[in-house]
T-cell receptor
Framework: GESVGLHLPTLSVQEGDNSIINCAYS??????FIWYKQESGKGPQFIID?????DKRQGQRVTVLLNKTVKHLSLQIAATQPGDSAVYFC????????????FGGGTRVLVKP | DTGVSQDPRHKITKRGQNVTFRCDPI?????LYWYRQTLGQGPEFLTY????????KSRLLSDRFSAERPKGSFSTLEIQRTEQGDSAMYLC??????????????FGEGSRLTVL
């Protein structure tokens, strides 16, 4: 079972289906965003980034969408695989924050075979 | 392995003891960051170096915490008089300067601290 204090939103998805993970950010001055994947016991791993002059960016099986009007970021994973099971974090870099990232709370993705 | 490495991976200590963590960044990276992560939360920024200069510290970094990067390569994070609330994963990350802003941070596997 889950440990006390671990209250991550969880997305359960069937293997092969598409996953959509959402993130709301609060700082309208943020101009750079990154999605990270974190597997149990490991450090966060870069997936994809996007700058505020874009609203969509595609990578290998992943797409990030940015809606600056409502301050919303999403990560789409195509054809989800068991290896995609992890916690996903969005991170933002507000212009005034210099050279550091501010992370959101994370979403756990569980891929069912 | 040329990624970010951290040592030790796990540390169990008694309250009141001092602990030190080491981070070796990717060799060509001049920026180095320390973050703290508690269970179920995203990483929280602690401090950041550009070369050997410590440019920013979070309010989370109490006076019991100190970080150094003496030669602009590896860094150490020391926690003095540890408290149970210090129990967390301490993550190190590095990046290349160049573009404005943080750019992509490359994280190590973390050092997990448990204070009894």
């Amino acid at each position: 079972g889950e440990s006390v204090g671990l209250h991550l939103p969880t997305l359960s998805v069937q293997e092969g289906d598409n996953s959509i993970i959402n993130c709301a950010y609060s700082n309208s001055a943020s101009d750079y965003f990154i999605w990270y994947k974190q597997e149990s016991g490991k450090g966060p791993q870069f997936i994809i980034d996007i700058r505020s002059n874009m609203d969509k960016r595609q990578g290998q099986r992943v797409t990030v969408l940015l809606n600056k009007t409502v301050k919303h970021l999403s990560l789409q994973i195509a054809a989800t695989q068991p290896g995609d099971s992890a916690v996903y974090f969005c991170a933002e870099n507000p212009q005034a924050a210099g050279n550091k990232l501010t992370f959101g709370g994370g979403t756990r993705v569980l891929v069912k075979p | 392995d040329t990624g970010v490495s951290q040592d030790p991976r796990h540390k169990i200590t008694k309250r009141g003891q001092n602990v030190t963590f080491r981070c070796d960044p990717i060799s060509e990276h001049n920026r180095l960051y320390w973050y703290r992560q508690t269970l179920g939360q995203g990483p929280e920024f602690l401090t950041y170096f550009q070369n050997e200069a410590q440019l920013e510290k979070s309010r989370l970094l109490s006076d019991r915490f100190s970080a150094e990067r003496p030669k602009g390569s590896f860094s150490t994070l020391e926690i003095q008089r540890t408290e149970q609330g210090d129990s967390a994963m301490y993550l190190c990350a590095s990046s290349l300067s160049g573009r404005r802003g943080a750019g992509e941070l490359f994280f190590g596997e973390g050092s997990r601290l448990t204070v009894l």
